[in-house]
C-alpha cells in the first residue's frame, strides 16, 4: 500500500488497558505528526516529530506517548485513558527542507478509538 | 495564541450553484494556507493550498483568494456536483521546524441533485 497507512482502524479498549497505534509512511517524508479529531472540534495537533526528533507537543496528558524510531514509522502508545479520549486518531507526514519548511501534509485513514 | 475561524459550519447548494467557505485567521506570520476535503470515513485530502505571495488561486472548479491585510482567505467552488458533498477544512501555517497547522472547524457542504 503506498501514501500513510494506520493499525488498527478501529480499536476498542478500557481504560485500565495499554495498546498502541501505529502509521507507516512510504512517500520518504522526513516530518510526521499525530492528530486527534472529535465531533464538532477542529483537528487538534498533538506531536510533530521532524528527523526523528519530537519538535511539538501540544500539551497532551502523559497517557499518550508517541515515539519515532525512524522516519518511516510512528507510534503512539495508550495507556489509562478516559472515554473523552474516544476520537479519530490521524497521522500525517510531510517533506521538511530545513529552510523555511514545506508545507504539504499527506493523511493517513486514521483509527477510530472507542474508550470504554 | 493561534487561532482560525470558519464559517459557515454547514452549506447547502444546489447542484450547479456556487460555493463559497470562509476562514480568517489570528497570527499574522501564517504564510501557507491548505483546504482539505474530508468525505464520511476517509482521510483529509489537501485539494487546494495558497501562499502568502499570491492573491488567488485556480484549479478548474476550485478556487483561494487570500487577503492578508484582512486575515481572510476563502474557497470556491463553482458548477458544484454531488461529490462536491463532504466536510471542508481551511488551515493555516507560518512554516518553520514544525510546519504546524492550525485547522478551522470544518463546514459540511451538502450539494442536492
Known amino acids: 500500500e503506498t501514501g500513510v497507512t494506520q493499525t488498527p482502524r478501529h480499536l476498542v479498549m478500557g481504560m485500565t488497558n495499554k495498546k498502541s497505534l501505529k502509521c507507516e509512511q512510504h512517500?520518504?517524508?522526513?516530518?510526521m505528526y499525530w492528530y486527534k479529531q472529535s465531533a464538532k472540534k477542529p483537528l487538534e495537533l498533538m506531536f510533530v516529530?521532524?528527523?526523528?526528533?519530537?519538535?511539538e507537543n501540544n500539551s497532551v496528558p502523559s497517557r499518550f506517548s508517541p515515539e519515532c524510531p525512524n522516519s518511516s514509522h510512528l507510534f503512539l502508545h495508550l495507556h489509562t485513558l478516559q472515554p473523552e479520549d474516544s476520537a479519530l486518531y490521524l497521522c500525517?507526514?510531510?517533506?521538511?527542507?530545513?529552510?523555511?519548511?514545506?508545507?504539504?501534509?499527506?493523511f493517513g485513514p486514521g483509527t477510530r478509538l472507542t474508550v470504554t | 495564541g493561534e487561532n482560525v475561524e470558519q464559517h459557515p459550519s454547514t452549506l447547502s447548494v444546489q447542484e450547479g450553484d456556487s460555493a463559497v467557505i470562509k476562514c480568517t485567521y489570528s497570527?499574522?506570520?501564517?504564510?501557507?494556507f491548505p483546504w482539505y476535503k474530508q468525505e464520511l470515513g476517509k482521510r483529509p485530502q489537501l485539494i487546494i493550498d495558497i501562499r502568502s505571495n499570491v492573491g488567488e488561486k485556480k484549479d478548474q472548479r476550485i478556487a483561494v483568494t487570500l487577503n492578508k491585510t484582512a486575515k481572510h482567505f476563502s474557497l470556491h467552488i463553482t458548477e458544484t456536483q454531488p461529490e462536491d458533498s463532504a466536510v471542508y477544512f481551511c488551515a493555516a501555517s507560518s512554516g518553520g521546524a514544525t510546519n504546524k497547522l492550525i485547522f478551522g472547524t470544518g463546514t459540511l457542504l451538502a450539494v442536492q441533485p
Open positions: 497570527d499574522s506570520a501564517s504564510n501557507y
Open positions: 512517500l520518504g517524508h522526513n516530518a
Open positions: 516529530y521532524s528527523l526523528e526528533e519530537r519538535v
Open positions: 500525517a507526514s510531510s517533506r521538511y527542507t530545513g529552510t523555511e519548511g514545506s508545507y504539504e501534509q499527506y
